[in-house]
């Protein structure tokens, strides 16, 4: 048995499941163990009749939910390490407050539902939250020249805000890029956000992408998966089939799966074995009626080294806290705010984590295609408005 502050979490959980089921744990417990527990009130009785306490039964499925990751590592250290991380999704929810009662007099009626999932990406930034909104207001102001649907410039603001790229490098080309999808039949749909991934993803450019776009947009069910699909090449829209094929997303009427597929396939390698893990997470996600969960399963793939049960464990304690703050009207947009915050999280919180499940690491917190999937996929098919209404005509309307 280790030590003081050596008392390992699996040890804990070892011994705490013994004595819930009587599986003839010891007799009495170290004195390490005995110190490490009955002075945090997760113990009661004595060492040779110990009693496990509500608080006990606490840490103990807090422990048994993570335990594939936190067993070897020090009891003291994974209380610690819970506790930073519950802290950390009070501090986003608190920025997104923040960020709601600063942008919300500028948004349109029509636009205001979506900025909730705006501010959830906004305050995934992890930067100075006045300096972050008065970037937006900017952003917003040159959107609004464009016209167009709010819901489609807000999505595209957003975008612009959440990037370090100085918005005049790209805005006159944008607008040629906009003008040219107002353009074409059919119609796009979002020809402002569209516009503003195919100039800044993956990388800013001046160059419109606009004939792969044209190209790549009959296969795809939104105009967004096929401007972030446009510069990746062949071997990226390949990847797409393959992933389409094995969420059997082809023929489906429900668009999550591709989505999903499109998600990934711009996002990076995905091993098979990966693969099975997310058809696992998605189970898990359905069960607890998250919305899209192909398309979730495929953004919380990329938490490093987390397993299912302590995945679906962080996104259910961040809806916990999205409810209380009052982030979300209902449940489902509760949750969609809890995932981004979960999938908002540096890797580097999760000790004795694996590496991440997606190798190329092309997608981050940070990335346009994670902010598009939120937004655009998730967060609008809850809210029972698959696109934008067709009032996007021409600038200024």
């Not at 499925?61 to 991380?85: C, K, Q, Y």
């Not at 209380?324 to 908002?344: D, F, I, K, N, Y």
Request: charge should be negative; include cysteine.
């Amino acid at each position: 048995m280790a030590r003081g502050n050596a008392v390992t979490a699996g040890e804990v959980r070892q011994y705490f499941s013994a004595l819930k089921t009587g599986a003839n744990p010891p007799a009495t417990p170290s004195a390490d163990l005995w110190q490490a527990l009955s002075t945090r009130g997760a113990l009661g009785g004595t060492p040779d009749r110990p009693v496990v306490t509500p608080i006990g039964d606490h840490v103990l499925r807090e422990l048994s939910v993570r335990s594939v990751r936190t067993d070897p590592l020090p009891l003291l250290a994974v209380s610690d390490e819970l506790g930073a991380i519950q802290n950390e999704l009070e501090t986003v929810a608190r920025t997104m407050e923040y960020f709601l009662a600063e942008l919300g007099p500028i948004v349109p009626a029509e636009a205001l539902p979506f900025l909730r999932i705006s501010a959830a990406g906004l305050a995934n930034q992890r930067t100075n939250p006045q300096e972050l909104a008065e970037r937006f207001r900017n952003a917003w102001g040159m959107m609004e020249v464009l016209g167009g649907d709010p819901r489609d410039r807000l999505l595209a603001a957003e975008l612009l805000a959440a990037t370090d790229v100085p918005i005049p490098t790209v805005y006159a080309h944008m607008m040629q890029t906009v003008d040219q999808l107002r353009a074409l039949q059919p119609r796009c749909e979002e020809p402002v956000a569209t516009a503003t991934i195919l100039h800044l993803y993956p990388n800013p450019t001046s160059s419109s992408r606009l004939s792969d776009w044209v190209r790549i947009r009959s296969s795809q069910n939104s105009p967004e998966a096929a401007a972030l699909l446009a510069a990746q090449g062949d071997d990226r829209l390949q990847a797409d089939q393959a992933y389409r094929s094995a969420f059997a997303a082809d023929g489906n009427s429900d668009p999550d799966p591709s989505r999903a597929a499109a998600y990934l396939a711009v996002s990076g390698t995905v091993s098979g074995h990966a693969i099975a893990q997310m058809e696992e997470l998605v189970k898990a996600l359905r069960a607890i009626h998250i919305p899209s969960p192909w398309l979730t399963g495929a953004l919380l793939l990329s938490r490093p080294g987390l397993s299912t049960p302590e995945t679906v464990d962080w996104v259910l304690k961040a809806a916990e806290i999205s409810k209380a703050r009052h982030l979300g009207p209902t449940e489902a947009e509760q949750l969609a705010v809890a995932v981004a915050m979960v999938h908002g999280l540096p890797s580097g919180r999760f000790a004795g984590a694996a590496p991440p499940i997606l190798s190329t690491g092309t997608t981050d917190r940070l990335g346009v295609p994670t902010l598009v999937a939120l937004h655009a996929w998730i967060y609008r098919s809850i809210l029972g408005d698959p696109e934008p209404s067709g009032t996007d005509a021409s600038r200024g309307g």
